[in-house]
């Protein structure tokens, strides 16, 4: 070979070590460019799958939360009103009664032989009060024609005017003894739910030691008692000078709901109205008590039981909101992704409440119909292609269905007014 060509061992190590890193350069170089296969742009990156709902501008409403109690309008203790012993008992503890339903009845035989003696004192009296009053229209004829003394004609007189007063009183104590026959079977005063009943059949009761013989409870309808802080006081009272009622909703605690099931639960609650405004605000807590009416047909709530109560006093029309899921937090604060184009935008937002699984959002740069992401957000960054695929509906129709390219907005951005 000739010297020229000649290479050393140590020349060609270095050569090729030259190679190497040459080559290793221009991988990364490809690796790093937007064109590249395995870059992260939007040129070849797997797009990330997200689910998105518009964002709305619509009217929400004010809700002030708080905790109530469920409390019956009423009720009822059921006494005896005679004496007597029980003969039957007509229904069970616990059972759904109607008014006027009979629940005891008590043993009436003497009250019966009673009203069978007053009434043949009455008939006794009554006849001697019609002759009475015969002998009296014939002693004053007689009297007019000087065949009968004045004092026998005022006798007969005063005797018609006595009979006719035993036979009045004969109709009072008649009257008495078939009240105390109708009371010797009770019956209910109102509607609602008996509770324990004490004295069963065969016990005697009187009516002078007002032994209770059963609890009728009013459920339907149903109030809820609950206190809200006094500055809610002026937006009341300006709802009630409008002639109207504010909403009140009340469920019972979710986390007692999720682990027991029930109708009335966090996404189902009960809807009732404000009936009551207490006179004075209590100065040690600083709240007002209320209380609001509830129709209770299939027994949703239950007196005495804790309930979860959101007064609603008002609604703000053209209020800006999204799902709440969509909301993310991070070191900055509170952001949300949207989708255009198939490209994520991450945007910063303010979020003023949460009402029914929706965020209220104060100067976001959001426009209405706008898909927000409410799935897949923690993967993204702003900029990123996603795939938007079809999400569940669940918030009442709020989230639509989108696919091929996100949803555009059907109205140019706009900030939100609270």
């Known amino acids: 070979m000739p010297p020229a060509l000649r290479t050393s061992p140590i020349l060609g190590l270095l050569l090729g070590s030259l190679a190497s890193l040459a080559s290793t350069a221009g991988q990364a170089q490809e690796a790093a460019s937007p064109n590249g296969r395995g870059g992260g742009g939007a ?10 709902q518009p964002a709305t501008v619509g009217s929400v409403p004010v809700e002030v939360t708080t905790n109530g109690v469920a409390e019956a309008p009423s009720v009822i203790s059921v006494r005896s009103r005679v004496d007597g012993q029980v003969e039957r008992v007509l229904v069970n503890e616990g059972d759904t009664v109607q ?37 009296a229209q014939r002693y004053a004829s007689l009297r007019s024609g000087a065949f009968a003394s004045v004092q026998q004609a005022d006798q007969a007189q005063a005797e018609a005017v006595a009979a006719a007063a035993t036979v009045r009183a004969d109709e009072a104590m008649l009257a008495q003894t078939r009240l105390n026959l109708d009371f ?20 005697f009761v009187r009516a002078s030691e007002g032994v209770v013989l059963a609890t009728i409870t009013q459920t339907n309808p149903i109030l809820v008692s609950f206190s809200v802080p006094e500055g809610w006081l002026g937006e009341l009272r300006a709802a009630q000078a409008r002639g109207e009622k504010p909403k009140v909703l009340a469920s019972r605690p ?40 509830f129709s209770n047909e299939p ?50 937002v ?68 609270r």
């Open 43 to 52: 040129g070849g990156a797997p797009a990330v799958a997200v689910a998105v």
């Open 99 to 135: 008014a006027g339903q009979v629940l005891f009845t008590l043993d009436s035989r003497v009250t019966q032989a009673q009203l069978a003696q007053q009434q043949a004192n009455l008939d006794r009296d009554r006849a001697t009060a019609a002759r009475a009053a015969s002998d």
């Open 184 to 203: 010797a079977t009770i019956r209910a005063e109102a509607p609602g739910r008996l509770g324990a009943l004490p004295v069963k059949a065969g016990n």
């Open 254 to 293: 979710s986390r007692q709901t999720a682990e027991q099931g029930g109708a009335a639960g966090p996404g189902q609650p009960a809807v009732g109205e404000l009936v009551f405004v207490d006179s004075a605000v209590d100065s040690t807590t600083g709240t007002i008590k209320l209380k609001g009416r």
């Open 350 to 417: 303010r979020v003023v409440r949460y009402v029914n699984g929706r965020a209220v959002l104060a100067d976001a740069q959001v426009a209405n119909g706008e898909p927000v992401v409410t799935e897949g957000a923690v993967r993204l960054q702003d900029g990123m292609r996603v795939a938007v695929r079809s999400p569940e509906n669940k918030n009442g129709g709020a989230g639509a269905t989108v696919t091929g390219e996100a949803a555009k907005p059907d109205a140019p951005r706009r900030e939100a007014s």
């Open 299 to 348: 027994a949703r709530l239950w007196p005495g039981q804790f309930l979860e109560v959101a007064l609603v006093p008002r609604e703000e029309p053209n209020t800006l909101s999204v799902p709440a899921e969509a909301v993310q937090r991070g070191q900055q604060g509170a952001f949300l992704f949207t989708v255009h184009d198939n490209t994520a935008r991450r945007v910063g």
